[in-house]
């Protein structure tokens, strides 16, 4: 059996989380137009009857001024080491590659680096020439493909010329398992994920989601979380007049979580709070999930 883990970097919002939800024809990573939106590496395993492939999603990286930044981008440069391939995706409708090239070269490893040309379908056919020639020139990729992953283009190609890099070996991963993270992290990531979809863009990125007790038996699940937001007249928007802002996070959230676990949630709990400063505060940005 071939087996091997695939890292997917790139700069935030060019469809990392999308390719890799697309690559595993399953929801794994919580998905926004938003800039931003995936914090952690987030594991996809791809099992099928003569492979194994592990994907790892990874946070987009910019270089940033908060903690919080500068964290993601760690996270996304280790996951980048003891892989098989790397992905690197880049958004075709950007008009410099000079950031990519910054980050392209900042990776320090020996990984065949694979580049996609995602969002290929939002420029002519004459601009993405001079843009795959230019990829070529300044990238040296071991192989540069076009993709539209929204369109669902390129999803086959993608998987075939990762097929060849991958190692004899077994599983790393039970068959059956779709990812790394426990029903735990992924309410976080549903509930963070309904904060992005129904607030304006600065606040989602400003709050954090701590689950604070998670509880599964055979009646259902109950779970209890708590939204920190950094400053105070963000924690009334969150809620909502009444508390109705709230009130779809919640209804939405347990909607889908429901309908990825296929089980019944018994309770959904969610607290509002504030935090002033949380992205700058080490002992915070631990207490909240993200590790050093």
């Known amino acids: 059996m071939k087996v091997g883990f695939i890292a997917i970097l790139g700069r935030p919002n060019v469809g990392k989380s999308t390719l890799l939800n697309a690559l595993l024809s399953k929801r794994v990573s919580i998905v926004s137009s ?14 099928e009857k003569d492979y194994q492939m592990v994907f790892v999603d990874t946070p987009g990286i910019f270089y940033g001024k908060e903690k919080l930044d500068s ?4 996270t996304a440069f280790e ?7 790397i992905i690197y995706m880049i958004d075709s409708s950007i008009k410099s590659l000079d950031d990519d090239v910054r980050i392209f070269n900042s990776i320090s490893s020996n990984a065949p680096k694979i580049v996609v040309l995602n969002k290929i379908d939002l420029i002519k056919a004459a601009e993405a020439m001079e843009k795959k020639k230019e990829i070529k020139e300044k990238f040296n990729p071991y192989l540069l493909l076009e993709a539209s992953i929204k369109e669902n ?3 086959k190609e993608i998987k075939e010329s990762i097929y060849p890099l991958l190692k004899e070996g077994e599983p790393f991963y039970p068959e059956g398992m779709l990812t790394d993270k426990d029903k735990s992290y992924q309410a976080k990531e549903i509930i963070r994920a309904k904060l992005l979809h129904f607030l304006r863009q600065e606040i ?3 709050c954090a989601v701590k689950i604070t007790s998670f509880k599964e038996d055979t009646k259902g699940i109950s779970i209890k979380a708590k939204i920190i937001a950094e400053k105070e007249n963000q924690k009334g928007i ?3 007049k009444a508390g109705s802002m709230i009130k779809n996070i919640k209804i939405a959230a347990k909607k889908q979580m429901e309908t990825d676990w296929h089980c019944h949630i018994n309770e959904l709990k969610i607290e509002v709070d504030f ?3 949380w992205r700058n505060s080490t002992k915070k940005l631990i207490e909240f999930g993200y590790d050093e």
Request: net charge neutral.
């Open 153 to 155: 283009f390129g999803i």
């Open 71 to 74: 964290l993601m981008k760690k």
């Open 79 to 85: 996951s980048s080491q003891d892989v098989d391939a």
């Open 204 to 206: 989602p990125h400003q």
């Open 275 to 277: 935090d002033p400063g």
């Open 238 to 240: 969150i809620i909502g």
């Open 34 to 47: 938003k800039a931003q939106t995936t914090r952690d590496a987030i594991s996809g395993i791809l099992n």
